[in-house]
């Protein structure tokens, strides 16, 4: 090859790069103004919203901040009655703000909440909240939405029916049994006969992490032998749901720049490390059970003749549902799916029900009476062990629990939006920013509504003027007025209802009575310091802190003792 010739390559090549170079910048140019532009329309959008949104019309709480709007109002409404005093001024349904003065829409009107929450398709959950569910949990039953959703409640409703949950009770008291028995030690390792101070919350926590463990996926996290180190997957758990989640100004701005959430920042990278352990362990006892049931030479199973599904714990029979040949392909879960509901039933089976055991010993340490009256009806029964119908049978203990549930919800708050243009109807009027008497109110695609579950199974209008008061006998002769409340269980929103409704309330409620059954029978419980010492915070779940500790960790300190029979 010349000289000349390779000159004149060289220069095509320098001109071609030169080009490509060209390209390149003004690809990035326009990407640039075009994210810009986009950004923009975003902000303007978000600011301009409520000036052309129906929702104007609605009264609305004066805003205490810019950027944080009403949200330590919210804050405040799960240890108060300030939901009263709203109700009062400005009736069922009204407007308040939130991140970046953002309206939202408070419900507390029965017939707004039953409209609304049994139209799953038509009012989903809000985006930033299946972003943050997400990232904790995966796409699981509680994230998903649409026919999604519906294919993952129809494989895996069998599990959380009444024959699996039947099956599954010994285990639950197995565990309440073990939890009963180091809190007698505790107490007769006491040699001067009193109370033992007892910090009930985290051995619930351990007691419920263990039932779900084995109830969930057969797998056992021994959180109740505290001379054990704790296993990866105990670790990996404790971690995600015991971050901060305090807010932040990084939060506020997540609500405009959504993709600020996936910056690296501390918290992200922790989470990270503790969700790809999660995942890891997840993928193996997956694998685990499929090799099971390939090499279960016993069972008809992959003959295609097999009638029984039903395995002893939830993640078996969801594996084992999803290899049937006789179900289409279309109807099972990918192992994606599958994988994405271990971290739901730990958060479902556990956080959930520990917190609620933990609010019922407490009401039930404050009124000696009602606990002596449980424990009356639990010794009438003269085993340690019953089954699952036979729990069902005992009348206080089940009005003790749904006054829990009712008083203590362990969630307060929810959200979702209008997936649409509509109209939605109210059972009581209310008056409008006009002083117009309105039986309805218009909501534009995209706006907001808060669910305040806490406050709605509180209501003085609902339950009487006494709905403030832990009254297990109000659930003899439930008020009329309450029996509107949309629930898949006992005319509380706790559950919540319609196709979103929890669904493993009846798993939640009989592990609960067993743990109960279990501790009431040969414990006594008494208030370590006055209640009114103690407060509630939400971070998932509401808990008690005490309020002399303003960044203390979340706790019950109890006064335990052993039941001694009167005649003893």
């Not at 009930?200 to 351990?206: A, D, E, F, K, P």
């Amino acid at each position: 090859m010349s000289l000349a010739t390779q000159a004149r390559d060289l220069l095509n090549s320098v001109a071609l790069d030169t080009m490509n170079l060209k390209n390149l910048v003004q690809f990035l140019a326009y990407a640039a103004a075009g994210g810009t532009i986009y950004g923009i329309l975003k902000f303007v959008r978000f600011w301009t919203r409520p000036y052309f949104s129906p929702l104007r019309n609605i009264r609305c709480l004066p805003s205490r901040s810019l950027l944080k709007g009403n949200i330590h109002d919210i804050d405040k409404m799960e240890d108060s009655n300030l939901h009263e005093e709203w109700i009062r001024d400005y009736g069922t349904v009204f407007r308040l703000k939130v991140f970046l003065n953002r309206d939202f829409l408070m419900l507390l009107d029965p017939r707004a909440l039953n409209y609304v929450l049994t139209r799953s398709t038509e009012f989903p959950k809000l985006e930033d909240s299946i972003a943050a569910l997400t990232k904790l949990l995966g796409a699981g039953v509680l994230v998903t939405e649409g026919e999604k959703h519906r294919q993952q409640r129809r494989v895996m409703n069998p599990s959380f029916g009444p024959p699996s949950i039947r099956d599954l009770t010994p285990t639950m008291f197995d565990k309440a049994i073990q939890l009963r028995d180091i809190w007698l030690k505790q107490v007769n390792n006491n040699a001067d006969g009193k109370p033992v101070r007892i910090e009930v919350l985290s051995w619930l926590g351990r007691t419920t992490l263990d039932i779900i463990g084995l109830a969930g996926f057969d797998y056992e996290f021994n959180a109740l032998n505290v001379d054990e180190k704790p296993n990866e997957l105990n670790e990996a758990f404790s971690t995600i749901f015991n971050m901060e989640s305090d807010i932040s100004i990084g939060m506020i701005l997540q609500e405009v720049v959504p993709f600020l959430r996936n910056l690296p920042t501390k918290r992200n990278r922790t989470l990270a490390v503790a969700m790809k352990t999660m995942r890891r362990v997840g993928t193996e006892l997956i694998e685990e059970r499929k090799r099971h049931f390939m090499n279960d030479e016993k069972s008809e199973f992959f003959s295609g003749n097999s009638k029984d599904l039903h395995h002893k714990d939830l993640l078996s029979a969801l594996v084992k549902a999803n290899m049937d040949p006789s179900i289409p392909e279309s109807q099972r879960m990918s192992d994606e799916d599958v994988l994405s509901q271990i971290p739901t039933f730990l958060v479902a089976g556990h956080e959930t029900s520990s917190t609620q055991l933990t609010w019922t010993l407490f009401e039930l340490a404050k009124n000696p009476e009602i606990q002596e009256r449980l424990r009356e009806e639990l010794l009438g029964v003269p085993s340690d062990k019953l089954t699952m119908d036979e729990l069902q049978e005992l009348p206080y203990l089940d009005a003790v629990l749904r006054e829990s549930l009712r008083l203590h919800g362990a969630v307060p708050i929810t959200s979702r939006k209008a997936a649409k243009d509509d109209i939605i109807p109210l059972s009581e009027p209310i008056v409008d920013v006009h002083g117009n008497t309105i039986t309805e109110f218009r909501v534009k695609k995209g706006d907001a509504f808060a669910i305040p579950i806490t406050a709605v199974n509180r209501m003085t209008m609902l339950w009487g003027p006494d709905a403030e008061e832990f009254n297990p006998e109000r659930w003899h002769n439930v008020p009329e007025a309450a029996t509107s409340i949309p629930s898949v269980f006992s005319h509380v929103l706790t559950f919540l209802a319609g196709a979103r409704g929890c669904i493993g309330y009846r798993f939640a409620v009989v592990e609960m009575k067993a743990i109960l059954f279990s501790v009431i029978r040969s414990l006594e419980f008494e208030l370590a310091i006055p209640a009114e010492e103690f407060t509630k915070r939400s971070m998932v779940v509401t808990r008690p802190y005490l309020k002399s500790e303003k960044n203390g960790r979340a706790q019950m300190p109890l006064l335990v003792k052993a039941y001694v029979p009167a005649n003893h």
